[in-house]
Each structure stands twice: as C-alpha cells, then as structure tokens.
C-alpha cells in the first residue's frame, strides 16, 4: 500500500476525521486564549460596572484593570464612586435641568433616583409612629423625603453598588470640586485608617462620606484630621452659614482658610454624601428599626453618633450646599411653605466660594470662573496638607 493510498484511506475514515476536528478545536483554543478571565467589577472606578453579580458584597478587581486606590480616580466621570445619583422629584424638571448643566461643566455622569410623595406612603410601612408630625403636609413632606433617601440605600444593596454619591437636586459646589475630591480622597483615607492600596480613591472602610451637610461635628473617641490650608476654596468666616454646631477651626488653632477632614459624630442636611455598601446595608437596618421617628438626616446624623460601626467622615467647611436660584422663592424646596409674591433678586449658595451654579455662563462662554463675594481673599502661598 502506498502512501497515497494510507492517505486516502485516514481521509475516508468518519472516526479519524472526527477526532482529528476535536484536537484541531482543543489546540487552537489553548493557544489562543486570555491569560485570565475578566470578571465585570464591582468597585468605584467603573461608570458602567456590571451590576448583576450574585456575589457576596466585598470589592471585586480583575489583575491590572485600574490604578486601584489613585486619587486621579476621582476625576473620572463619577467623582471616584461606581455610581452618581441625584434625587429629583418627577414634576420637578426645572431643578434637574438647572443639575444637569451643572453636572456637564464640572464633567461628571449621573442617574435619576425619583423623589418620593409622603402621600404615598402608608403609616403602617414606617418604623414608628411616634414623633410623627400632626400636620399632614409637615408628616409628608417628611415622610417622601425619609423614603427617597432609602430609596438610594436600598437600590446600592440590591444592585451590590460598592460606592455612590448622592446629591440632591439643588445641590451646589465649587467649579474646583474634582480638585477638592482629591484632597479629600487623601484625608478619608487617613480617617479610615487606610494603610494598604485601596480599591477606592477614599479608602475603603468607612460606611458614609459627608460632603454636603449644614452642620457636623467631630467624633470624640476620635481626634485625628487631615489639614488642608491655604485652601483658596474655603468660604471667608463672614459667609459660613450653617444651622447647627461645627468645628470651631479658630480654636482647635486653625485659621480662616484652613479646610479639615475628621471622623463625624453628628450631622444635618443631606445635600450630598456616600455610602459604601456595607455603609447601605446599615442605613437600611437601622432606618427599620428605630424607635422615634426623624427627619433622615437627624437620624443618619444620630447613626454616625451612636452606632460604633457606622463609620461616617466629614469635612468642615462642606464641600456641597443647597443653592437658592434667583425668581420666585417658592421654587426653593418641595418640604417647605413659601410666599408665592416673594421675588429673590439675586441667586446664592452658602459656602461655596466659586458657586457652579452662579457660574455655569461664564463656564459655557469660556470665561474665567467668579468669586460669589467681593471679600474672599486671594491667597498667595501654595495649598499645604498635614495629618493631625
């Protein structure tokens, strides 16, 4: 037999021809492909994170995806979280027009979490009665503001989101915010007691970062801040307006233009913060379990106080306010009561030196950003950091 015709006869052969195919798949598979499986994270740094896993909530990277932990995160578009979320009522589209212009000039993605109705709430669905306004419009003004903020905690958990910042729809905040986060990426990791590479910008054992508030103070069992003076950012003393206790930076022997960082032990208002996912799960917890209802942000601010676990980290002055737009008062706030005749002539935000918002003309035209005051005064040293 010649080889010509062993040739044709291994042709011939189904069997041969059969395993021949499958060798041919194997080997060409083996040579081909990835070192390593990709798995979708789970972390901040994804704007587009695949959320769908089943997984247990710990951070989740595939080798070599990211600079893990850079502050440069921060300047992606979403601020250094996996997700933004801004609270808006459904009827409100004024406010979330105003938002989004906001949002595009500062360079950074969000998504819609709907505002909630306290007339949509049954009592029977809440923690406690008690402490519960008698007036119906103050009950559910309350009420649909207690319930969208849950709303957020319970979409992180249920979508296993390991970090998002949240902010509410009038919310305000430097032209310089990504600069800012970055400096307050370096002091939450310090409070958080971050020693290692992190997988987030900020560190990753804390519960809530408390950007945007109208009052916080410092945790007693611990004392530790990150400074940052010089910081041009920081608002003049004459227009620091909050409605309740903050640090008194002139006597812990700051001065007027010194920014900190610090682990909270209270809070009010709830323009801006995040939460982890661990952070979620215990807002969640607690929020079904009080005995005296409050208003979400008395409560988380009473959370950060009184529960060791819940690690909160705030930073005084705030880097997010509520802003005040210029025309009819009404439009201010879905929780209050308003003379509808009554006209603001010029629009404000408290503690924001270079408001976005009051700035977004000059942003669109090119135009160098303005100070919101006359008396802000121009620094000449360069920003300096130190950990206290």
């Known amino acids: 037999m010649t080889a010509a015709d062993v040739h044709g006869s291994v042709l011939r052969s189904p069997r041969i021809l059969l395993i021949a195919l499958v060798l041919f798949v194997f080997f060409a598979y083996s040579f081909t492909r990835p070192n390593h499986v990709h798995i979708p994270s789970l972390t901040h740094c994804s704007a587009s994170s695949d959320t769908s896993s089943s997984d247990a909530g710990a951070f989740t990277l595939g080798k070599g995806q990211f600079p893990a932990g850079s502050s440069a995160d ?4 979403t601020l250094g979280f996996e997700r933004v979320f801004v609270i808006n009522l459904r009827e409100r589209y004024d406010k979330l027009d105003a938002f989004t212009l906001a949002a595009s000039l500062t360079g950074f993605s969000y998504d819609v979490i709907e505002g909630i109705k306290g007339t949509t709430i049954v009592n029977k669905t809440l923690p406690s009665l008690d402490n519960i306004p008698k007036k119906e419009s103050s009950r559910n ?111 812990l022997g700051y001065d007027n233009s010194t920014r900190i960082i610090f682990r909270a032990n209270d809070g009010v208002c709830l323009y801006s913060y995040a939460l982890s996912y661990r ?12 005995k005296k209802f409050e208003p979400i942000d008395l ?17 005084y002055p705030q880097l997010v306010d509520s802003h005040k737009s210029a025309g009819r008062v009404s439009r201010d706030s879905d929780i209050g009561t308003f003379d509808p005749a009554q006209i603001r002539e010029k629009g404000f935000t408290h503690n924001i030196v270079k408001s976005t918002r009051l700035n977004i003309d000059n942003l669109m035209k090119g135009r160098r950003a303005e100070d919101q005051w006359t008396d802000v005064p121009q620094l000449t040293m360069p920003r300096r950091t130190r950990f206290d």
């Not at 921060?74 to 578009?77: A, F, K, L, Y």
């Not at 319930?147 to 009038?170: C, G, M, P, S, Y």
């Not at 952070?279 to 009080?290: E, F, I, M």
Request: proline share 5%.
């Open 299 to 315: 409560s988380i601010g009473w959370q950060c106080r009184d529960d060791p676990d819940f690690k909160c980290i705030a930073v």
């Open 141 to 251: 003004n309350i009420i649909g503001c207690w319930r969208a903020h849950l709303n957020v905690a319970q979409k992180i958990v249920h979508e296993r989101i390991q970090t998002a910042l949240v902010l509410e729809d009038d919310s305000d905040w430097d032209v310089s915010l990504k600069d800012q986060l970055a400096y307050f990426a370096t002091g939450s990791r310090y409070i958080s007691g971050t020693t290692t590479t992190p997988r987030s910008p900020y560190g990753d054992d804390w519960d809530l970062l408390w950007l945007g508030h109208c009052s916080a103070q410092q945790h007693p069992a611990d004392q530790r801040r990150f400074v940052i003076e010089n910081d041009d950012t920081v608002p003049p003393m004459a227009h620091r307006i909050n409605f309740n206790a903050v640090p008194k930076l002139n006597d």
């Open 74 to 77: 921060v300047r992606n578009s």
């Open 279 to 290: 952070g979620a799960q215990k807002v969640l917890r607690w929020q079904n379990n009080v």
